[in-house]
């Protein structure tokens, strides 16, 4: 059984693959049950096809534990993989898969509004599916968003609306519990990315935006439990990622408006954990554990 730590999941999951990957994690074979909490940690299982999976994650603020364990056909375990770096990643991918089909093919600039964690992937994905010639990144914190604005070769936003405003496609992942920008920014043919977001309590995106445009979620079940930012909107969501990439859907208009509302489902971390662990058994890298 092999183990990769966050380096080498690193080294062992390529944004591309990460995509590519989601296309299966938000298929049709597959089964999330609603996350768990139990004590300090969340508890996500998951199946995709004949692979399932379990991430145990903690939910303590600044303490970014977790693991993810794998599970073949057979039921033995594949492998375990780091949580906090397989969530990252998974989680852009998942809003790159969402950002090849829903964005316009003349996206150039991005908006990142937050600059924690998940910041720096979410970013990648997005250049990974559209040709970004300029990201814009805002943070409470200056210090953070001039640091992910040099690693990504963006700069500063001092003020998120006018970041909205200027940009083809917009990312959010803050712990927001308010909208984080004017309504009014967001200009015709935008597509947004709502990835932080992840309990009824939290919003970061304002109401009238999501009133306006066409939303995508990850699952059903899901964003009806956990999505603040449409529970608080009161609006039902057009479809998910599956109805896009099975043609269910009416292909979009240059103007509209178009809003993927990511709450994380155990699928993506399935998906992504086999795919690293594959590569890496390839590339002969990681630790074996009996």
Known sequence: ???????????????????????????????????????????MPGRVAGTTGV??????????FGIVAVFDAQGRCA?????????AIRTAAGAGLATRLLARPDTRTMAMLGAGAMA????MAVKEVRPILGVLVWSRDPAHAAALAARVGGEVARDPSKAVEAADVVTTATPSREPLFD?????????????????PEMCEIPPAVVRSARVFIDDVEAAAAEAGDILRAGVRPEGTIADLLAGRVRQRALDDITLFKSVGIASQDVAA?????????????GTQIE
């Open 1 to 43: 059984m092999l183990f990769l730590d966050a380096a080498t999941t690193r080294h062992a999951l390529s944004m591309s693959a990460a995509i590519t990957a989601m296309e299966t994690a938000f298929g049709e074979d597959r089964e999330t049950p609603v996350r768990i909490r139990l004590g300090a940690s969340l508890f």
């Open 79 to 87: 492998g375990l993989v780091d949580g906090p770096t397989l969530t």
């Open 55 to 64: 991430k145990v994650v903690s939910t303590v603020p600044g303490r970014p």
């Open 183 to 199: 309504p009014a920014a967001v200009r015709p043919g935008t597509h947004v990315n709502a990835i932080g977001a992840f309990t």
């Open 273 to 285: 954990g086999a795919a690293a662990l594959a590569e890496a058994a390839k590339l002969g890298i």
């Open 120 to 123: 720096f992937d979410q970013v």
